[in-house]
């Protein structure tokens, strides 16, 4: 099971992070300074840093810095309200893996963890078949049968959601999350209007409504 280790001051964004990477089999901790995080990180305990840059003691290019210079190899993806594209490449010319700006939303974040963590093993299944949909992660087309589908960026990663969790019921608080990210606000009925969307153009019928709790994406 691997471990990762979040490096975040912003008790919110924390605990958003440790509930989502729970929920999907991680280990986590989570360490709120820049000194904490370098010792921590190079301690070889965990298999991935989500590093914060406006971490205080010690900023996160310094830590990023520090773990490069001292060899430690873990996988670092940086994430931060810091988007400009100096901060972007100083960021990766530094030695981190992957940067994500925030606001961010969670599938995305997951999916580049996921990426990080496998990048010595056998690669992950990168279509999603459902019955006759199928998702292609690295093009992001949609195909019903033969049937190309266009989907809008927020429609596929809803469709991707309900494809990772086939047959199974998901909650509003849930896709809210996954899709909208940690700022998502719970008494919005955004996910009731996409879904209506996906429906259009994938079939009315493959996503079921269970009454007071959320949606399930039909298998068969």
């Not at 010792?39 to 830590?63: C, E, Q, R």
């Not at 030695?95 to 606001?103: C, N, Q, R, S």
């Not at 019955?131 to 809803?158: K, M, N, P, W």
Request: with cysteine; glycine share 8%.
């Amino acid at each position: 099971m691997n471990r990762i280790l979040i490096a975040e001051d912003e008790g919110r964004i924390a605990s958003f992070l440790e509930k989502g990477l729970r929920g999907n089999g991680f280990v986590t901790a989570v360490v709120e300074d820049g000194v904490a995080a370098y010792d921590v990180a190079a301690s070889g305990a965990f298999d991935l840093l989500i590093l914060d840059i406006g971490l205080p003691l010690s900023d996160g290019f310094t830590v990023l810095r520090r773990l490069r210079e001292a060899k430690v190899g873990i996988p670092v993806i940086i994430l931060t309200a810091r988007d400009s594209v100096t901060d972007t490449v100083a960021g990766l010319e530094g030695g981190a893996d992957d940067y994500i700006a925030k606001p961010f939303a969670f599938e995305e974040l997951l999916a580049r963890v996921r990426l990080r963590l496998r990048a010595d093993r056998q690669p992950e299944v990168t279509v999603l078949r459902v019955a006759d949909l199928a998702l292609d992660l690295r093009t992001r087309r949609v195909y019903i049968g033969e049937r190309s589908v266009d989907l809008s960026t927020r429609e596929f990663a809803l469709a991707e959601v309900f494809c990772r969790h086939p047959d199974q019921v998901l909650t509003r608080e849930q896709l809210l999350s996954h899709v909208w990210g940690f700022d998502f606000d719970p008494g919005s009925n955004v996910v009731d209007v996409y879904v209506r969307y996906l429906r259009r153009k994938i079939g009315a019928d493959r996503i079921e409504t269970v009454r007071g709790t959320g949606y399930r994406l039909r298998a068969g």
